[in-house]
């Protein structure tokens, strides 16, 4: 049989070909659709022009001509920040416009326009089965550790030290602009698919101020495709989450490429079936800050933080295009159309994710927004153990991986070097009659399609875990962080003294140990993940789940100590070159009388171009690194008060080896509703690849990862 494979193979792509040039092999509608192209481009910096003339009409003038020199019409294009646009054209893939315009010398970068998903339970049936109205452990997740239940993360106890609310007045939009303030308070934005304001344990707030009953902000919808945000029209000021459901009808009948038979094939079944409405937004922004010792329903890790909801996934996920977009407007930056953010976010949630590596759009909107002084959060994956995805793949970010009760990587979490810190993900051991004992219990509503009630996820008919529900426990617990640290100047206005960075230290230097006990008999250790193999649970380190389990309390506690930073005095460090380092920027203990006033430094690891430091005076050191590459030092800060705190700094050295490129061929061309010559290539690699499985004698089946 073996040998009769190649003529098989052979056979198959004759018969396919045929088919395809006698025009049957096609479906008539999605043979007459030629491809689209969409496609997010940046222009560098035009030499010589001032900065005032450097506008949007400029970048939409350069836009046509570049079309005119690489050869492309354009149908449209949309301003996305500062020199950036989406353009849109026909007749070619993303991908490969995408390669014309980047070889353009005015172009920085040009990236398919991709789709995102929101990061859901795999659908293994030990995550589903349940058959209890409420998860036996209750909110089991922000409680103090105990020995059956390890990555809790003590948000009791951080409560008592903040509760996400400052005293005094924040600045606006502009950080450079005091002229005006808004009502104090820490805002997270939940990039996502909207919320349902009318469930009494979100509600809508029409300020800042705590007694207005509500934590839901207004908020904005960025969805620009009607059919895919499902609200009849397209962008307006309603974040609200009217259902993202998909039949298997309107999928079959949609002639273009915005509803494709991916977002209803059943990966376990591999038929095409409906998808119910998942009110993932929703269930984000329960965990995130539901009202909280209010006598009704759950609490939230943010307890009195606001909620600003930008609803950036519809039906089938959404484009990036909307969420760098979305990024920008929550972090309080004017973005073209639409109206400004009064209340700009010190926080944004991601909970979704892409394929591929990160690309240059998502790059670029990270750098802005964290230059504003926001931090990132972005859920893992649920790929059963691989590769994180984009965007927590993304230099800036806190990427965060999921966790069982018990304190092993969840199966269904995806990890690796990217990921900053590990939070409960949820899991279902199974209790009386079958009950899920260890869901994430978060707000939701009722309905499979539109929406019906509201209601709370159970450990029965609505079972919640996911690195989705991960991420929404580490920004809650950086909301309260930031809330601690404020600072309130003669003039009434609050000063967030935290910074992206500080943030992400203060959580992993503040992480509890992952336990290498505890789980059943032959539980692996976590591995570097690979893309043709899944890990289940498995014991994890600090190389593939981050700096360790999350510690609510510890990190909330230690935001008001002293706060470690070194700063690389010297511009682009080279080989061969003294590089200064300094502790000056430091912060000492919150409301101290004095300064950080010793440092200690030492070499973690050298990577082999640092042996030694050069000198050290004061709060600074310098090293001459011998090569190009990386390497690591550790920062002790002491401040006058004889407190100290540890951070550890991972220099760049020109010449490195170093860098994470963005490879075109890994992100998935939504932009295009045509199955042609691309399309039998592609079936004739799954048939060539079934092949070669059989000859190796098959592929390992996926687990329940559990």
């Known amino acids: 049989m073996c040998r009769s494979l190649p003529l098989l193979l052979r056979s198959i792509a004759a018969t396919l070909l045929a088919l395809a040039a006698a025009g049957l092999a096609l479906p008539a509608a999605a043979a007459d659709v030629p491809p689209r192209a969409r496609v997010i481009v940046k222009f560098k910096p035009e030499a010589g022009v001032a900065v005032e003339a450097r506008s949007d009409a400029r970048s939409s003038e350069r836009v046509g001509a570049l079309g005119a020199r690489r050869g492309v019409a354009f149908t449209s294009q949309r301003a996305l920040g500062r020199r950036v646009r989406l353009v849109k054209a026909e007749g070619l ?38 058959s209890s109205n409420s998860p036996e452990e209750g909110q089991w997740y922000l409680r103090e550790p105990d020995g059956v239940i390890r990555s809790a993360i003590d948000a009791e106890h951080a409560w008592g030290d903040s509760k996400g609310q400052s005293t005094g007045k924040y600045r606006r939009r502009d950080p450079d602009d005091a002229t005006r303030t808004i009502d104090a308070g820490v805002v997270v934005a939940v990039l996502d698919s909207g919320v349902r304001f009318n469930h009494p344990d979100l509600g809508r707030s029409s300020s800042l101020e705590v007694d207005s009953g509500g934590k839901l902000l207004q908020g904005y919808d960025f969805i620009r495709r009607v059919d895919l945000a499902n609200d009849g029209n397209a962008r307006d000021t309603d974040a609200s989450d009217p259902g993202d459901w998909v039949t298997v009808a309107e999928v079959q009948a949609d002639p273009n490429d915005d509803l494709t038979e991916d977002c209803v094939l059943d990966p376990d079944s591999d038929q095409l079936l409906d998808v119910n409405s998942d009110w993932h937004g929703t269930e984000v922004a329960g965990i995130l800050g539901a009202l909280t010792d209010n006598r009704r329903g759950m609490a939230g890790v943010g307890f009195d933080v606001k909620l600003l909801p930008a609803r950036v996934l519809g039906k089938c996920g959404g484009f990036s295009s909307d969420i760098v977009l979305a990024m920008r407007w929550a972090a309080g930056i004017h973005v073209e159309d639409v109206p400004d953010n009064e209340f700009p976010a010190q926080v944004i949630n991601l909970s979704l994710g892409g394929t591929g590596s990160c690309g240059d759009d998502y790059k670029d909107a990270i750098e802005e927004v964290t230059e504003r002084n926001v931090a990132v959060v972005v859920s893992a994956g649920n790929s059963e153990g691989r590769a994180v995805s984009e965007p927590a793949n993304c230099d800036g970010v806190i990427a965060v991986a999921g966790l069982r009760h018990s304190g092993t990587k969840v199966g269904f979490s995806d990890l690796g070097s990217e990921v900053a810190i590990s939070a409960p993900g949820g899991n279902c051991v199974n209790g009386v009659d079958q009950t899920c004992v260890y869901p994430l219990l978060t707000t939701s509503d009722s309905g499979t399609q539109e929406p019906q009630g509201a209601i709370y996820t159970d450990g029965e008919s609505r079972v919640t875990v996911g690195t989705s529900f991960s991420a929404p426990l580490v920004s809650g617990t950086l909301a309260l962080a930031i809330a601690a640290r404020s600072t309130l100047d003669a003039n009434g206005v609050v000063h967030q003294d935290l910074t992206p960075k500080d943030l992400r230290a203060l959580v992993q230097r503040t992480a509890r140990d992952f336990p290498n006990s505890g789980a059943p008999a032959g539980t692996p250790e976590c591995r570097a993940p690979d893309e043709d193999t899944t890990q289940d649970e498995c014991y994890c380190t600090t190389d593939t789940c981050g700096a360790g389990m999350l510690d609510a309390a510890a990190a909330v506690a ?18 061969d070159e003294t590089i200064v380092l300094s502790a000056a920027d430091s912060l000492p203990t919150l409301g101290l009388v004095g300064n950080v006033t010793r440092a200690a430094w030492r070499i973690v690891d050298g990577n082999g171009i640092v042996d030694n430091f050069e000198s050290a005076s004061g709060l600074e050191t310098s090293v001459r690194p011998s090569g190009g590459g990386r390497f690591t030092v550790e920062l002790t800060a002491t401040d006058s008060s004889g407190a100290s705190a540890k951070v550890e700094e991972t220099i760049e050295v020109s010449g490195g080896s170093g860098g994470n490129g963005n490879d075109d061929d890994d992100d998935n061309d939504w932009g295009s509703g045509a199955l042609g010559v691309g399309w039998l290539a592609g079936l004739l690699a799954a048939v060539v690849a079934a092949g070669r499985a059989v000859r190796r004698g098959g592929r390992e089946g996926r687990s329940s990862g559990g």
Request: zero cysteines.
């Open 558 to 575: 230690a935001a008001v100590g002293v706060i470690p930073r070194v700063t690389v005095v010297t511009d682009d460090p080279r080989p």
């Open 93 to 130: 893939s993303s991908q490969e416009l995408a390669r014309r315009l980047a070889a353009d010398p005015e172009v920085a970068y040009a990236v398919p326009d991709r789709r995102m998903r929101p990061l859901l339970v795999p659908n293994d049936p030990l995550y589903r089965k349940s």
